[in-house]
T-cell receptor, first 115, second 114 residues
Framework: GNSVTQMEGPVTLSEEAFLTINCTYT??????LFWYVQYPGEGLQLLLK?????DKGSNKGFEATYRKETTSFHLEKGSVQVSDSAVYFC??????????????FGQGTILTVHP | DAEITQSPRHKITETGRQVTLACHQT?????MFWYRQDLGHGLRLIHY???????NKGEVSDGYSVSRSNTEDLPLTLESAASSQTSVYFC?????????????FGAGSRLTVL
């Protein structure tokens, strides 16, 4: 299958705390992996991506490493800010064939950062 | 600036009515998608199109249809709205080649079926 499992939220942190949001995927095919972020009242936007094993995606201080051996793509940030409060979605491409843009998303993790 | 716009942003309708959600993009992307977002389910693919006159069913296509008569537009039609179709609907588009899996999303359309 093409499933993606994210850690359940919501996650509440104080400003400057370390963030980890866990994501695991089914090991079908050779997917590309993504983290998308949704700020309040907006659509999703790409945060970072990785296309093959051991790749590290990074953007705005967030990082995630494609771990094939553990089928994981955990999102991390060393010091969160109030402006990082949003919903974070892990996603993978569908396996095989013409799967362009057909992503399977996790259920989303709500992050709230307090001053 | 290029953009992807959805309308209406909010709509309330009654069970059994036909509803059309519009999606218009000025990115000149060939690929367009409709997803629905429900609590606990993330986003699920409804329909998608890889070009003019091309449409395909996604994982939750029952009760929905799309048409692609030009590059810019992919309207989503609910033939006979049901309460189970109360959701937030997102349109997305992507380029070809290596950018095909990088989706650009609209701001969403919140539909309530009473």
């Amino acid at each position: 299958g093409n499933s993606v499992t994210q850690m359940e939220g919501p996650v509440t942190l104080s400003e400057e705390a370390f963030l980890t949001i866990n994501c695991t995927y089914t090991a079908t095919g050779y997917p590309s992996l993504f983290w998308y972020v949704q700020y309040p009242g907006e659509g999703l936007q790409l945060l970072l991506k990785a296309t093959k094993a051991d790749d590290k995606g990074s953007n705005k201080g967030f990082e995630a490493t494609y771990r094939k051996e553990t089928t994981s793509f955990h999102l991390e940030k060393g010091s969160v800010q109030v402006s990082d409060s949003a919903v974070y979605f892990c996603a993978r491409t569908h396996a095989g064939g013409t799967s362009y843009g057909k992503l399977t998303f996790g259920q989303g993790t709500i992050l709230t950062v307090h001053p | 600036d290029a953009e992807i716009t959805q309308s209406p942003r909010h709509k309330i309708t009654e069970t059994g009515r036909q509803v059309t959600l519009a999606c218009h993009q000025t990115w000149n992307h060939n690929n367009m998608f409709w997803y629905r977002q429900d609590l606990g389910h993330g986003l699920r693919l409804i329909h998608y199109s890889y070009g003019v006159q091309d449409t395909n069913k996604g994982e939750v296509s029952d009760g929905y249809s799309v048409s692609r008569s030009n590059t810019e537009d992919l309207p989503l039609t609910l033939e006979s709205a049901a309460s189970s179709q109360t959701s937030v609907y997102f349109c997305a588009s992507s380029d070809g080649g290596t950018g095909a899996n990088v989706l650009t999303f609209g701001a969403g359309s919140r539909l309530t079926v009473l």
